[in-house]
């Protein structure tokens, strides 16, 4: 099989999180019969009940490969044109998938055993797969993530701080609003509040930025408002210490900000002849916490068309990236 038909199947596989049973089978068969034929090993390793890693490795690793198999919603099957391959998930990630399969597989023809293959649930929602590879105590030197990074390597990616911000008020008719208290009211003037925090920025990775993403209250439009909730996510170019205070004193006396999420921002190695860049996203990288080697992060596409209706990932990407897989491994096993 192919990488263009590789992924082209692992597409056609719905993996939208937490729905990553079928896919990680699909792999694991897949990888257990290259493992026949190259005196490998395979393995499932449970996250939650139905959902699992799969691991393939041969010697003991000294390079991981490692992405997510799981995809946001909604699914759609896969096509292709001459240029594209389309579908959900076809740069995010189940091209890299494709890309990391065969990179792997010629490694091992030519001898090198000495690389492993880690795909994990639960990216797109929480890394849960990643937080459970990190109890692993096997690991490796190098763990090469694959995200979609337009075939360069990134040196350094935003960390993620989310929180639900959540305002409490009491109810009153409309026509008397003085015998209530407005939790709309209290979460507007937080999030004004938010909105003028001085965020940190990075020589390397550019301006840390604020999205409010959702906003929710009320019960009716004759009804002075009880409850109020948003939502709030901040890419961090920093560890997020300076930014979670600032959003403690920000919405004290109004609100409670519940924090969800903390990831802080990564920074990582070159390999000498790559292109390389910088990316705003966030990896599952922070959570695997260094127990899987040092990060490096590549893959073929664009994030730019990720989480889209248009989500495709170019051919000649996919068929680069199992060559520059390759590089990068050969010149991480000559440390």
């Known amino acids: 099989m192919n990488v263009f038909e590789l992924t082209r199947a692992l597409i056609d596989i719905d993996s939208v999180t937490p729905n990553e049973q079928l896919v990680g089978l699909y792999l694991a068969d897949y990888l257990s019969r290259l493992a026949k034929r190259t005196d490998g090993r395979v393995e499932t390793i449970e996250v939650e009940p139905k959902r ?35 579908g959900r998930g076809a740069c995010d990630t189940k091209g890299i998938i494709a890309s990391m399969i065969l990179a792997v597989e010629g490694l091992v023809a030519q001898g090198e055993r000495r690389v492993a293959l880690l795909f994990v649930v639960g990216e797109e929602r929480n890394s849960a797969g990643a937080r459970a590879a990190s109890k692993d105590l096997r690991g490796s030197k190098f763990l090469v993530n ?59 990775l550019g301006a840390s930025t604020m999205n409010i993403g959702t906003i929710q209250g009320g019960r009716a439009p004759n009804v002075i408002p009880d409850h109020a909730r948003a939502e709030v996510f901040i890419r961090l170019v920093d560890d997020g210490y300076t930014t979670r205070k600032a959003v403690a004193k920000a919405v004290e006396g109004l609100a409670e900000a519940r924090e969800v999420l903390c990831i802080p921002a990564v920074h990582m190695e070159a390999i000498d002849g790559l292109e390389t ?16 080697g040092r990060p490096l992060l590549y893959g073929p596409g664009s994030i730019h068309y990720a989480h889209t209706s248009e989500e495709r990932v170019p051919k000649p990407e996919l068929t680069d990236a199992i060559q520059v897989y390759q590089r990068i491994a050969r010149q991480l096993l000559k440390q």
């Open 146 to 204: 694959g995200e979609p990074t337009e075939g360069k390597l990134v040196l350094g990616s935003k960390g993620a701080l989310r929180y639900e911000i959540i305002a409490t008020g009491k109810t009153a008719h409309s026509a008397y609003p003085e015998l209530g208290e407005s939790a709309i009211e209290k979460l507007l003037d937080a999030l004004e509040r938010l909105r003028k925090i001085a965020l940190p920025g990075n020589p390397v």
């Open 52 to 86: 699992f890693n799969v691991l393939a490795y041969w010697d003991a690793p000294v390079v991981t490969f490692s992405t997510h198999m799981d995809t946001v919603p909604p699914f759609f099957g896969s096509r292709e044109d001459d240029e594209f391959i389309w």
């Open 277 to 292: 860049s910088v990316v705003a996203f966030t990896t599952d990288i922070p959570e695997f916490k260094g127990a899987w």
